[in-house]
């Protein structure tokens, strides 16, 4: 009888329960669909996230090239240079401006202000051009049309090689021209670039001793040259009832018909073919401004930029399987390798995160398991994996792509998403111990603790409000390491507060728990050495709080030999070396130099692949990486290591071999960076007017540098002076 009456009584006062826990216990039905809704949604979203490697961010810079051909730099600077940016600075929304003049070239960097989003640039962008359009009337004639490179910040996710022994260039080009038309049709691409192009010429080479001999005078074969083969309306004529076009003849399609224009003048008598008084040939530029080299081989880079918030994996795939059927036209001998893959790195991110998805699950239910019990770990593990794939439906839903900073910030949550669902559960055994039923014993423990456990939260998420909410670029790349944990922790707040008791009156049901005195419950031997720790830390205040000071005096004394770095490099297996020779060298020359440190690096065990670039950088393949500007005597060199564990060996291994047999290079390692950034970590600016008091300045502050054991690649963007032919003319000889 005393059973039956104890039963009535508990069922009467579980009927006079009420809060958040009894709420999601009693309706079921709301229970299971939110839990429908994340498992079923959040398997759904993940596989509809967009992938990337980076998150994006706005690179808010423009470039305005100008070539002056002949000009000295100090023309340049002054006639172009100087001209330009007046213009560009009357714009407000720009922030700073810097610029390069160097023999008959001018290239103006353009920085907006940091508060400018990416949907105002193009319009920022228009009013560049219009500025630059107004200002071109009034400079020097010679000068050409300026160029305002506003996709500078464009990144191609994949960087292939075309490369083939014993092809021309031309022939190279024809085939990348049919590739890229190819490409650019895959659904996700955006555009495909080609880098290492080759500007293709007519070489006439005139014999002063023919044309003296027929009396022909250079300027009739120049003028003759203007007047032909240019493209001009002929005009129509109408016959009957039709209206018929005249199409003029008399172009030139190959060089031998160019060899056989008639040259006319008063002192000549029968017919001269420009054959024969001189050589004509096909070729190309003889100073070229970019050459790429793979693997020893003249190459043609392709990169390939993808249109935003996609999946990056699946267009990988795309793009795999149209080359796959481009290939039966591929010649034979031609070659098309990757430099680098962004979609076959973030499958290997996405896969790794998915796999530290299923070890902190494990992880969890095995501690769990000689902690609270089984059936309390897989409840735990439930409740984790239902929190990351609800984060995964709000990430849907907030556009935010699975890339390296999102997924870092959902490995870091792992580790925290457990903790109110912990305590809640624990808050329930605890309760069932006293006596009490599952669904009181929920709605104890979630009312004791929702708003300490939101707080909590709230706090926890606040830490990493500053890196978030900066309004830099370093703000913008790492927003989402914020969001992400804004939105998986206050989840895992939710989801303790609702779904945690209602799997654990499913879990725990039918579970015999022995009904304790109260206190009992702590008895165990953990609480017992807790608790006199406890009583010993509070009966001696101060000797509790002096060993903690000298324990924090220690942290800051030992964190002062960390290394500190806010991004990492990456663990990608690539490393690049900049190359700068002596100013003035010839980009040949630059070039041939890369060939020998190419030719060494691919006989090193471990070295997969080389890429050099000589003149410029190779094209932005990653948001991070920026690519050096146009200069003959720089050059630039991209090793593909077997594995990550064997690169700082074979870096360390090349810088030795650039000292040892390298002395006049200037050269700098690299690896792939994480975050914005890049360029010196140390730089100094010096400003005025005298070009001398400028270079003793510049080398003052070299040699302070130097004096620093830690500091190399110190160098000026100067420069070292320059060789200049001038002759001495005499005019009035020269005119008589």
């Given at each position: 009888m005393s059973s039956n009456k104890s039963d009535q009584t508990t069922a009467q006062s579980d009927e006079q329960v009420t809060g958040i826990a009894a709420y999601f216990i009693r309706n079921k039905v709301i229970s299971w669909m939110i839990t429908l809704i994340f498992l079923v949604g959040g398997v759904a979203a993940f596989f509809d996230l967009g992938r990337l490697e980076d998150p994006a961010f706005t690179i808010k810079d423009a470039m305005?090239?100008?070539?002056?051909?002949?000009?000295?730099?100090?023309?340049?600077?002054?006639?172009?240079?100087?001209?330009?940016?007046?213009?560009?600075?009357?714009?407000?929304?720009?922030?700073?401006?810097?610029?390069?003049?160097?023999?008959g070239l001018s290239q103006i960097t353009v920085t907006i202000k940091r508060n400018y989003t990416s949907e105002d640039l193009p319009q920022i962008w228009d009013e560049l051009r219009r500025k630059v359009t107004d200002i071109q009337g009034s400079l020097p004639p010679g000068v050409n049309t300026p160029a305002v490179i506003d996709d500078f910040g464009d990144v191609y996710g994949v960087l292939l090689a075309v490369t083939g022994e014993g092809y021309s260039y031309k022939e190279l080009l024809d085939y990348v021209d049919y590739l890229r038309r190819e490409l650019e049709l895959v659904d996700g691409v955006s555009k495909v670039s080609v880098s290492g192009e080759q500007q293709e010429q007519v070489f006439i080479e005139m014999s002063m001793k023919r044309m003296n001999a027929l009396g022909i005078a250079p300027e009739t074969v120049f003028n003759l040259l203007n007047t032909q083969n240019t493209v001009s309306s002929s005009g129509a004529v109408r016959v009957g009832d039709e209206y018929i076009r005249i199409q003029p003849t008399g172009q030139f399609d190959s060089v031998e018909q160019l060899g056989d224009l008639i040259i006319t003048d008063e002192s000549t008598s029968g017919l001269v073919y420009l054959k024969d008084v001189a050589e004509i040939k096909r070729g190309y530029i003889d100073v070229p401004t970019n050459v790429l080299n793979f693997n020893g081989n003249m190459a043609l880079n392709m990169g390939i930029s993808f249109n935003a918030g996609v999946n990056v994996v699946t267009i990988g795939e795309a793009?795999?399987?149209?080359?796959a059927?481009?290939?039966?036209?591929?010649?034979?001998?031609?070659?098309?390798?990757?430099?680098?893959?962004?979609?076959?790195?973030?499958?290997?991110?996405?896969?790794?995160?998915?796999?530290?998805l299923a070890q902190a699950v494990g992880?969890?239910?095995?501690?769990?398991?000689?902690?609270?019990?089984?059936?309390?770990?897989?409840?735990?593990?439930?409740?984790?994996?239902?929190?990351?794939?609800?984060?995964?439906?709000?990430?849907?839903?907030l556009g935010i792509e699975l890339q390296r900073i999102s997924l870092g910030a959902l490995v870091i949550a792992l580790g925290m998403l457990v903790d109110n669902a912990i305590v809640i559960v624990e808050g329930i055994l605890v309760g069932m111990k006293k006596g009490r039923t599952r669904l009181q014993a929920a709605t104890d423990i979630v009312t004791q603790t929702k708003w300490p456990l939101l707080g909590a939260t709230?706090?926890?998420?606040?830490?990493?409000a500053p890196i978030g909410l900066s309004e830099d670029s370093t703000g913008e790349y790492c927003r989402t390491l914020f969001t992400v944990l804004l939105i998986s922790l206050m989840l895992s707040w939710f989801t303790a507060m609702s779904l945690t008791p209602f799997f654990a009156d499913l879990f725990f049901k039918g579970q015999k728990v022995e009904a304790n005195e109260e206190g009992s419950q702590y008895n165990g031997i953990v609480f017992v050495i807790y608790r006199k720790f406890l009583e010993f830390c509070m009966n001696r205040a101060w000797l509790t709080i002096s060993a903690l000071i000298v324990m924090f005096c220690t942290s800051l004394y030992g964190f002062s030999f960390i290394k500190q770095s806010f991004f990492p490099a990456s663990t990608t297996p690539i490393f690049m070396s900049d190359i700068w020779l002596p100013e003035g060298t010839d980009i040949r020359a630059t070039n041939a130099k890369l060939q020998e440190l190419e030719e060494w690096l691919l006989e090193q065990e471990g070295v997969e692949d080389v890429t050099t670039s000589a003149g410029q950088g190779l094209q932005r393949f990653m948001l991070t990486y920026t690519p050096e500007k146009s200069y003959a005597a720089y050059g630039e060199v991209t090793t593909r290591v077997e594995s990550y564990e064997v690169l700082n060996g074979i870096m360390a291994k090349y810088i030795d071999h650039l000292d040892t047999n390298y002395p006049e290079i200037n050269h700098r390692m690299k690896q792939i960076e994480l975050g914005p950034g890049g360029g010196a970590k140390i730089e100094a600016r010096v400003i005025g007017s005298d070009p001398t008091v400028l270079r003793e300045l510049g080398a003052q502050i070299v040699d302070i540098l130097n004096d620093d054991p830690g500091a190399n690649n110190i160098r000026h963007d100067w420069r070292e002076r320059t060789k200049v032919l001038e002759p001495i003319f005499n005019e009035s000889q020269a005119r008589r």
């Open positions: 305005v090239v100008t070539n002056y051909p002949g000009a000295t730099p100090e023309e340049v600077e002054e006639e172009v240079t100087y001209p330009l940016e007046k213009a560009i600075q009357q714009l407000t929304y720009v922030d700073e401006v810097t610029s390069i003049s160097t023999r793009l795999d399987q149209k080359l059927e481009l290939e039966y036209q591929q010649p034979i001998g031609i070659n098309i390798d990757e430099i680098y893959a962004q979609p076959g790195e973030v499958d290997k991110s996405v896969s790794s995160f998915v796999v530290s992880i969890v239910i095995v501690v769990l398991l000689f902690f609270m019990g089984v059936r309390s770990g897989v409840l735990i593990g439930l409740i984790l994996l239902l929190t990351v794939l609800g984060t995964f439906v709000f990430m849907n839903y709230v706090i926890a998420v606040t830490a990493f």
